[in-house]
T-cell receptor, first 110, second 117 residues
């Protein structure tokens, strides 16, 4: 069964720093890779989707990349802001199944 | 924009009660999912459905059942609620159409925080 690991589990950075969140899979045969943001007590908000034919996606200050050969994805956040504080989850999919990591809790200190 | 709604944000029930959690999506998605999320355990799939009246067990189906009578609606049923079913329940949907720009992208509802006393 696919297992997803996110490192680090928690991260605290000063405002303005660039940062990288990591996601790795035990089985590199994933189809799509999706990054989510979750605020406390809320549902998951989709940030970026990397489809099978793509290697990266960008949205504003966010950039996600996927290396299928190694089973790794990274989420890069540029010029972090306090409003970026949240838990970030990655999920890989194979057909109709989605496999989630346990998340990285990010705190951006003003 | 895709919208996934869940019937309640917060719910408090007593042990032994039958509980219905409802989820509705407005994007004509074929696939719908129910997860529960607990601290330290992440998201765990309870059931999913890839078509009307179709259902598949996920990783933790025990104590739950589901119903999908219409494409837009997916219900999670706790036949006899127990305290260990206190959790955050999240519904999601996704498209099965390879031509859609959001193909295989999951969209989540706001969640239902269920407490069983």
């Amino acid at each position: 069964k696919q297992e997803v690991t996110q490192i680090p589990a928690a991260l605290s950075v000063p405002e303005g720093e660039n940062l990288v969140l990591n996601c790795s899979f035990t089985d590199s045969a994933i189809y799509n890779l999706q990054w989510f943001r979750q605020d406390p007590g809320k549902g998951l908000t989709s940030l970026l989707l990397i489809q099978s034919s793509q290697r990266e996606q960008t949205s504003g200050r966010l950039n996600a990349s996927l290396d299928k050969s190694s089973g790794r994805s990274t989420l890069y956040i540029a010029a972090s802001q306090p409003g970026d504080s949240a838990t970030y989850l990655c999920a890989g999919s194979t057909s109709n199944q989605f496999y989630f990591g346990t998340g990285t809790s990010l705190t951006v200190i003003p | 924009d895709v919208k996934v709604t869940q019937s309640s944000r917060y719910l408090v029930k007593r042990t032994g009660e039958k509980v219905f959690l409802e989820c509705v999506q407005d994007m004509d998605h074929e696939n719908m999912f129910w997860y529960r999320q607990d601290p330290g355990l992440g998201l765990r799939l309870i059931y999913f459905s890839y078509d009307v009246k179709m259902k598949e067990k996920g990783d933790i189906p025990e104590g739950y059942s589901v119903s999908r009578e219409k494409k837009e609606r997916f219900s999670l049923i706790l036949e006899s609620a127990s305290t260990n079913q206190t959790s955050m329940y999240l519904c999601a949907s996704s498209s099965d159409n390879p031509l859609a720009t959001t193909y295989n992208e999951q969209f989540f509802g706001p969640g239902t925080r269920l407490t069983v006393l």
